[in-house]
């Protein structure tokens, strides 16, 4: 996608206040809608953003090269495929427009992502479940997992977030991953490894490293 690179050390969200993170479930900053581009070779879409979500000002490079990576995910077994801090959609829209016939399951603790995921799979007319963390239910099938995790949360909580999801995979589920070597792309693959999981890099651009695990 042209335009510019995003920098490793620019916090998700840029666009809010000193103190708002972009997983903050209510942003307190002042609405300020805009729209960004999702340029890839099989689809293009304009996608509405707003202040106090995860990179509002454009679709960051990590997301972009996640999404060039993916494989067909044939001979998954049957389940959902979830986007895992969804933010304003473009993964979980780009998986519902690829999958037709998987159901699509958007997370995120951040309300005013979910409006705008919602939103966005609607002008894009693709079905994507659009939920928060407390409506997940406890038996959710899930084939395979999609996300650019959101690291700034702090090591503990990703760590427990990670388990949480690979524990809801099959023996023959997987989950992508796409972290920047600066943000502990490196040392989380290691401690997926340690925690017994098959780990593998499948791709690596701009520092941005490409996960793949499975269940050992």
């Not at 050390?9 to 103190?19: F, R, Y």
């Not at 209510?26 to 202040?51: C, I, K, Y």
């Not at 995860?54 to 993916?70: M, N, P, Q, W, Y």
């Amino acid at each position: 996608m042209p335009g510019p690179i995003d920098s490793p050390n620019e916090s998700k969200g840029s666009s809010k206040p000193a103190g708002e993170q972009y997983f903050a479930a209510a942003p307190s900053s002042r609405s300020r809608p805009g729209t960004v581009r999702l340029d890839l070779g099989d689809l293009h879409l304009e996608l509405r953003t707003d202040r106090g979500v995860f990179s509002a000002d454009r679709v960051d490079l990590g997301t972009r090269e996640l999404l060039r990576s993916l494989p067909s995910f044939e001979g998954l077994p049957d389940g959902d495929i979830v986007d895992v801090g969804c933010g304003y959609g473009p993964i979980a829209i780009a998986l519902a427009t690829r999958f037709p016939h998987r159901r699509i399951v958007a997370v995120d603790i951040n309300q005013r992502a979910r409006e705008l995921c919602v939103e966005n799979a609607r002008v894009a007319g693709v079905s994507v479940t659009v939920v928060s963390p407390e409506q997940l239910p406890s038996d959710l099938r899930v084939a395979a997992v999609v996300t650019n995790p959101p690291i700034r949360v702090g090591k503990e909580v990703l760590h427990d977030l990670l388990r949480e999801w690979m524990g809801r995979l099959p023996p023959e589920g997987e989950a992508w991953l796409v972290i920047h070597k600066h943000l502990g792309g490196d040392s989380v693959a290691d401690w997926l490894t340690a925690e017994g999981y098959g780990v593998s890099k499948e791709r690596s651009r701009k520092g941005y490293r490409m996960l793949r695990v499975r269940s050992a």
